[in-house]
């Protein structure tokens, strides 16, 4: 997420009532999670685990709850608390506004663009030319939608990301801030669900479909030409290569890479990365030719154990 306007370390440390290390002056361009962050962003970290992960990072600002030697070129934020602040920062620079209308009144909507009835429109939304949203589909503030896309009835884009800390007090989320992008013809059905990211955008490329009840997980990026059937379950931070086919009732593990022209068969559990161009299925997925080993070495089990009886 960029900000409106570059500010400086010490506007920043302000908003938040942070110690700073670096010149006052210092420009910060925006925040983002560490996974898409770019020179003049802040990134957080809370745990010692993670801190060389964000100090060597692109972010040039490092939000963190301890004094370290801070890298050459970059800037420290000192907070007891950096998932607070970084929420902080989430509500300051970009505030949840109410809306007042169906559609609301800054939305941006292309020429031929059907929106039919109790549909619901957020707040600087854009929508191009030639696009179908059936009824009773809920689009939030700041979604950007492509031409030639078709939206089916129930259909929520731009809720906020399954992102929690756990306190004594219970879990603490984390804001999202970032945005729903749906490219140029693009097909999506009833009841699917679409995250937007914490800081950055969730992104369906051009040409993919995807049918009914399907879950998509923030920050993950969906490739061109994906075909995504129904009940799948994509979790956060998930890259999806082009031309993808993914089966009914899948589900995908965070942070990990879908190669392209994959093909996972229905009821697969991806726990890990898997290479493009190559068919899988089982759990966890794995490539048909091992799958099937495995399943002529189970059917063994019964005459081996039928042989140790007998010795």
């Known amino acids: 997420m960029k900000f409106p306007q570059t500010h400086t370390l010490q506007q920043i440390a302000t908003i938040i009532n942070a110690e700073f290390v670096g010149e006052s002056d210092f420009p910060v361009e925006g925040m983002n999670e560490i996974h898409v962050v770019t020179s003049g962003d802040i990134v957080f970290v809370d745990h010692p685990k993670y801190y060389d992960k964000a100090l060597q990072s692109a972010a040039t600002i490092i939000l963190i709850n301890k004094k370290v030697a801070c890298p050459e070129g970059k800037a420290l934020l000192i907070s007891d608390d950096p998932f607070r602040d970084f929420n902080k920062l989430t509500d300051y620079f970009k505030p949840f506004q109410k809306s007042s209308a169906n559609i609301s009144s800054s939305a941006e909507i292309g020429e031929n663009t059907i929106i039919q009835p109790n549909s619901f429109i957020g707040n600087h939304v854009k929508i191009g030319k030639n696009c179908i949203i059936h009824s009773n589909v809920s689009i939030y503030d700041h979604a950007v939608i492509g031409d030639n896309v078709t939206i089916h009835a129930g259909t929520v884009l731009g809720a906020s990301a399954f992102y929690y800390k756990n306190r004594p007090e219970g879990f603490d989320q984390l804001k999202s801030g970032g945005r729903v ?10 009841a699917c669900t679409i995250d ?6 969730t992104t ?13 997980g923030h920050d993950t990026v969906i490739g061109e030409k994906c075909l995504i059937a129904s009940q799948v379950g994509i979790a956060g931070c998930v890259i ?6 993914i089966w009914g009732q899948v589900g995908i593990t965070s942070g990990i890479t879908i190669g392209e022209k994959a093909v996972i068969s229905a009821q697969s559990g991806v726990s890990k990365s898997l290479a493009g161009h190559t068919s899988y299925f089982g759990t966890p997925a794995d490539t048909f030719r091992k799958k099937y080993k495995e ?13 140790i009886d007998k010795l």
């Open 204 to 216: 369906i490329k051009a040409g993919t479909k995807i049918d009914n009840q399907v879950q998509i």
């Open 196 to 201: 937007r990211g914490v800081s950055g955008d």
């Open 240 to 245: 999806i290569e082009n031309e993808v086919t």
């Open 295 to 307: 399943i002529a070495s189970i059917r063994l089990i019964p005459s081996l154990i039928e042989k």
């Open 181 to 190: 992008v749906i490219e140029n013809n693009v097909d999506i059905g009833a």
